[in-house]
């Protein structure tokens, strides 16, 4: 079963806007990661933030994580056009992550010259 | 990721015959993934590797069984593709409580 939620499933906005995504997960996780992937390809990883930690910042990324509402947001600053791609929330539970993440359905962020 | 190649990376086939998709690694990480994505689902673990010759089920393995003789290989094998196996493919690979790292994906079609 899905353990992370996206919200919005489609986003678009101007360029220059800032772009806000939410995800929201079922159990108890060690961390919580972001990933991007663009059309056609592969996911890529954006950033982690671990059960202990409340936000993480990445250049034009921030990201919270709110553990007892079971829920993280991914901001992205001063969007561009490069930043048109799915985001991804993942979740690895107490595992580690070494018996495989668990995705959200994502976010389509689309960005608007 | 240039370090994760898949191949074939598009396949058409027809429901019945078995599929063999594969995963190649240079990043000499000791787990392996196969995640498949189909839309309104996001993506889904088939089944992983933590070890040569060590495999697990995930949440969707039915109709697939892995092998991992290598390091650096893990195969994904369709024993008799059907239509609901149709989605693309991706591998990853990575360390326990790191990011993943994937390759581009297989697009699968079975009629």
């Known amino acids: 079963s899905q353990q992370g939620e996206e919200d919005p499933q489609a986003l678009s906005i101007q360029e220059g806007e800032n772009a806000t995504m939410n995800c929201s997960y079922k159990?108890?996780?060690?961390?919580l990661q972001w990933y991007r992937q663009n059309s056609g390809r592969g996911l890529v990883h954006l950033i982690l933030?671990?059960?202990n930690e409340r936000e993480k910042h990445s250049g034009r990324l921030r990201v919270t994580l709110d553990t007892s509402k079971k829920s993280s947001s991914l901001l992205i600053t001063a969007s561009r056009a490069a930043d048109t791609a799915s985001y991804f929330c993942?979740?690895?539970?107490w595992g580690g992550g070494a018996d495989g993440l668990t995705f959200g359905k994502g976010t389509h962020l689309i960005i608007q010259p | 990721d240039a370090g994760i190649t898949q191949s074939p990376r598009h396949k058409v086939t027809e429901t019945g015959t078995p599929v063999t998709l594969r995963c190649h690694q240079t990043?000499?990480?000791?787990?392996m993934y196969w995640y498949r994505q189909d839309p309104g689902h996001g993506l889904r673990l088939i089944h992983y590797?933590?070890?040569?010759?060590?495999?697990d089920k995930g949440e969707v393995s039915d109709g697939y069984s892995v092998s991992r003789s290598k390091t650096e290989d893990f195969l994904l094998t369709l024993e008799s593709a059907t239509s609901s196996q149709t989605s693309v493919y991706f591998c990853?690979?990575?360390?326990?409580?790191?990011?993943?790292?994937f390759g581009d994906g297989t697009r699968l079609s079975i009629l």
């Open positions: 159990t108890s996780i060690n961390n």
């Open positions: 933030i671990r059960s």
């Open positions: 990853a690979t990575g360390h326990a409580g790191q990011p993943q790292h």
């Open positions: 990043e000499n990480h000791r787990y």
């Open positions: 993942a979740t690895d539970g």
């Open positions: 590797s933590y070890g040569v010759k060590d495999t």
